[in-house]
């Protein structure tokens, strides 16, 4: 099989199939999972694009206020002579517009991508009809409710950031102010306090960090809330999301079968390829040295019984590689004995030690047996050639209704599952029962290589 190869990033991959997504769901990029320490909320740029966005964003929420207020009041009341008909259809088209970019605004801030709600646009260019199809969008109405409360959540939004990142600059810097502009005296709800001198007023900016602690994780709340607040009225409706998670679900295995197809089509090749040129060619010859021993079996029979000696030792080497090759295919002892027999006939034979630790209740069905085998295969062939290894651990257990099987070296690391490559190609083999095949290989290692495989006894 391919090999998988090492790069200086040591990115994990995945195959995302439809088990994947189940499991990974609800990730709201660094928002909502991302770390929460003080000094990580201080790194994170979306953080501070957050903040940014709740000081900007009430322009053109306030923009978009007026223009729907007098464009849907002018349109109403002209509608009777059909000049608001046109006027309104033009103000649909603007809104839509103006919640595609609010979309791409949520992204740039927050890193959230709300996905299209639209429904997809009959065939035709009569602009009559697409109108039609776009009044009747539910959709479209959800982006009119979203500006028209855009303005009222903009300006919450902008007051809290206000008060809080005014008042944390305020007393960060008062020290700078106060070596500027002279003594200031600071009111903080019933006390007072007076700094004459830039010494005097570091107390002050102990308490500023405190209020720009607490404004980072305000921001980062508001932040949250607004992502949910837009995904419900920009993003698309439960029914909706089920659609294209479906769609979704089904391009990426039409797409992984079809390289399964490949993948096997190749195998067969591989296979008929390796007949040709290792056994058969050994069987021919063993064929030619039995003619060639008949020929001199009354005229020379040591030379005979040389050649016979040639075509048994022959017979025994093509019966070695067709052995090899039906292993390759499939071993006879997965399907005799199981995976505890057969991972420990592939870490007996592996060149570094290998520790396995089989813990399942009772045999998985056939197909889930043969994609963890060749996972483990495959994992150690790689930690053999590329790892620079000197021990590996494979586990298998049940989780659930998932058998999880890691294969894990205590090697170089950097490990990429690279397109068209052994892991690549066993990614797709599980993807086809909605499995999942992660890579998590950082520079210098350890390397750990896990699938999870759905499973059902």
């Known amino acids: 099989m391919g090999e998988l190869s090492r790069g200086a990033d040591g990115a994990a991959a995945e195959p995302a199939g439809g088990a994947s997504a189940a499991r990974a769901a609800g990730r709201a990029g660094s928002l909502a999972y991302g770390p929460w320490t003080p000094l990580a909320m201080a790194r994170s740029s979306v953080t501070w694009r957050s903040a940014l966005y709740f000081a900007v964003s009430v322009a053109p929420a306030l923009a978009w206020f007026m223009v729907l207020a007098v464009g849907l009041l002018f349109s109403l009341a002209t509608a009777i002579i059909w000049v608001g008909v046109l006027l309104l259809a033009m103000l649909m088209i603007a809104w839509r517009l103006g919640a595609m970019l609010e979309r791409r605004l949520i992204l740039a801030a927050f890193g959230v991508r709300i996905p ?14 697409r109108l039609k199809h776009m009044a009747s969008d539910p959709a479209t109405w959800k982006d009119l409710v979203y500006l028209g409360l855009h303005l009222p ?28 502009g002279g003594g200031m005296e600071v009111n903080v709800a019933d006390v007072s306090y007076w700094a004459g001198n830039p010494v005097e007023a570091l107390p002050v900016s102990v308490v500023g960090l405190a209020v720009l602690l607490v404004a980072m994780y305000a921001t980062r709340v508001m932040a949250i809330g607004h992502v949910l607040y837009a995904r419900l009225l920009l993003g698309p409706s439960g029914s909706q999301r089920e659609n294209l998670e479906l769609r979704r679900r089904t391009a990426h295995l039409r797409a992984s079968r079809a390289r399964g197809v490949d993948a096997a089509e ?18 021919l010859a063993v064929a030619m040295d039995i003619g060639r021993a008949r020929a001199k079996l009354d005229d020379d029979p040591e030379g005979a019984r040389a050649l016979i000696e040639q075509a048994h030792a022959g017979t025994r080497e ?20 199981g995976l505890d027999p057969a991972l420990s006939g592939l870490a007996g034979r592996a060149p570094v030690p290998v520790e396995v630790a089989v813990d399942l209740p009772e045999r998985p069905p056939a197909a889930v047996e043969s994609i963890a085998y060749f996972v483990v295969a495959e994992a150690l062939t790689n930690i053999a050639k590329y790892a620079r290894a000197t021990r590996a651990t494979v586990r298998v257990a049940r989780e659930d209704s998932w058998v999880v099987v890691e294969i894990a070296d205590n090697g170089v690391g950097g490990a990429v599952a690279g397109a068209g490559g ?12 909605d499995g999942i095949l992660t890579v998590d290989s950082p520079p210098g290692g350890p390397t750990v290589v896990r699938a999870d495989l759905p499973c059902t006894w």
């Open 116 to 129: 299209n709600p639209y429904r997809t646009p009959q065939q035709g260019r009569n602009p009559v009809v």
């Open 266 to 283: 190749f195998e067969r090749r591989r296979i008929e390829r390796d007949l040709h040129d290792g056994a058969q060619q050994r069987l």
């Open 153 to 180: 959540v903009a300006c919450a939004e902008l007051i809290v950031a206000v008060l809080l990142w005014g008042s944390a600059a305020t007393l960060v810097f008062l020290p700078v102010a106060v070596a500027l």
């Open 422 to 433: 052994g892991l690549a190609g066993l990614a797709d083999r599980a993807a086809t029962i």
């Open 318 to 337: 093509a019966i070695t590689e067709l052995r090899d090759l039906a292993r390759g295919i499939y071993p006879a002892i997965l399907t005799d004995r």
